[in-house]
Structure formats: C-alpha cells, structure tokens
T-cell receptor, first 114, second 112 residues
Framework: DGGITQSPKYLFRKEGQNVTLSCEQN?????MYWYRQDPGQGLRLIYY???????QKGDIAEGYSVSREKKESFPLTVTSAQKNPTAFYLC?????????????FGQGTRLTVV | SQQGEEDPQALSIQEGENATMNCSYK?????LQWYRQNSGRGLVHLIL?????REKHSGRLRVTLDTSKKSSSLLITASRAADTASYFC????????????FGSGTRLLVRP
C-alpha cells in the first residue's frame, strides 16, 4: 500500500542528545514537510523540501536539521541546540504541480525529553 | 508565523446539529485545504478549494472561500459523534514557495 511512514512512534531523548526522526514515503511525491505540534496547538513548519538535494527553512528551523538525499526519505534531526524539543512531530508529502495538491501525513512521532 | 487563524478555537454541539468553522488568512493563495486530526494522530485531508472557486461540497462537508475577505468556512451538516476531532485549514500561498501553512485549528466536540 502507498503511504507515508514515520518512526519511531515514541522517542525519548536525554538532555544534550541529538535524535533523528525517520520519514519515508512511497507515493512518488516530490515535496516533503516536517511540522511540529505542541499540545492544543496548530502545526508549525520546521523544514520543507520540493526536490531531492534541496530544502528550505520553515518558520521554526532553529535547532533542527534535515537532509533529502533520496526522493523517498526526509529525516529530521533534533539537535541539542533545540531548547524545548518535547512535542509531536508530523511529516507530510505532496505532489508539486503548478500548485500544491493535498498533503498526506504520517502518524507522527512523539518526542519527550527526559 | 501561522498563515491561518481558525474561529472558534473550540466548538461543542449536539449530534445532528451543524458545525461551522471559520478560517482567515493573510496572503494571496493558490488554494485552501481543510484537514481533520483525531487526537494524537496524523492529519487527514478533507477538501481542497482553489482560489477561483467560491464553494465546494463533499458529502456532508461544504466549504466556502471568499478571497476578497481572505476567509473560508467549513460546514459539517448533520454532525455525528465520530466527527469529534480537530479541524485545520491550510493555505498554499501564491508566492511559489510550495509550502503548506496551517492555521491554529478548531476543536470540535459532538455530544451523543
């Protein structure tokens, strides 16, 4: 089945550690996105990528890094520079034409700092 | 900053009633999309309305778009308990950035 997969579902990080969240899609979509969601809040854009080997910062990129070496994969690293990383992280993908089509979301990764 | 702001932030209605949620945005757009999120899950796409469209229907959903007021509304008719979720609008800005920006969401509770 086609879809977008995030792993792990739950992740615990110690202070000062870097952690990497995985996002894989087999929908052949060009665009991929990472969002952060805090409790009871909307989604804030961290990074996005329209094409392999290219990505742009969103509204809250500080303390995060990404790579896009393959069309199917867009991993997000939460670095120790991110002071408040506890949140729900959502990855999405969409077709890029003249405009954006609907986005497909993964089931999310809940990151907790311990 | 978030492009869209939803109103109300929370809405509680009785099963069978209609639910209306509003979204306002700041910049010119190519299209506006509505999504649903069940608690602790990913988002699911509901409907997309293009900037040259004024109204769109899908089952019990009706979406309107007023580009002069930079606003959209989502109407869910004959609501069911299973409609309980958070609803978000998202905009594809007309700036060739190809990024999808979400609003703050409306939490809908449908009481049986």
């Amino acid at each position: 089945d086609g879809g977008i997969t995030q792993s792990p579902k739950y992740l615990f990080r110690k202070e000062g550690q870097n952690v990497t969240l995985s996002c894989e899609q087999n929908l052949n979509h060009d665009a991929m996105y990472w969002y952060r969601q805090d409790p009871g809040q909307g989604l804030r854009l961290i990074y996005y990528s329209q094409i392999v080997n290219d990505f742009q910062k969103g509204d809250i990129a500080e303390g995060y890094s990404v790579s896009r070496e393959k069309k199917e994969s867009f991993p997000l690293t939460v670095t120790s520079a991110q002071k408040n990383p506890t949140a729900f992280y959502l990855c999405a993908s969409s077709i890029v034409g003249y405009t954006l089509s609907e986005a497909f979301f993964g089931q999310g990764t809940r990151l907790t700092v311990v | 900053s978030q492009q869209g702001e939803e109103d109300p932030q929370a809405l509680s209605i009785q099963e069978g009633e209609n639910a209306t949620m509003n979204c306002s945005y700041k910049t010119s757009i190519n299209n506006l999309q509505w999504y649903r999120q069940n608690s602790g899950r990913g988002l699911v796409h509901l409907i997309l309305i293009r900037s040259n469209e004024r109204e769109k229907h899908s089952g019990r959903l009706r979406v309107t778009l007023d580009t002069s007021k930079k606003s959209s509304s989502l109407l869910i008719t004959a609501s069911r308990a299973a409609d309980t979720a958070s609803y978000f609008c998202a905009t594809d800005a007309m700036d060739s950035s190809y990024k999808l920006i979400f609003g703050s969401g409306t939490r809908l509770l449908v009481r049986p």
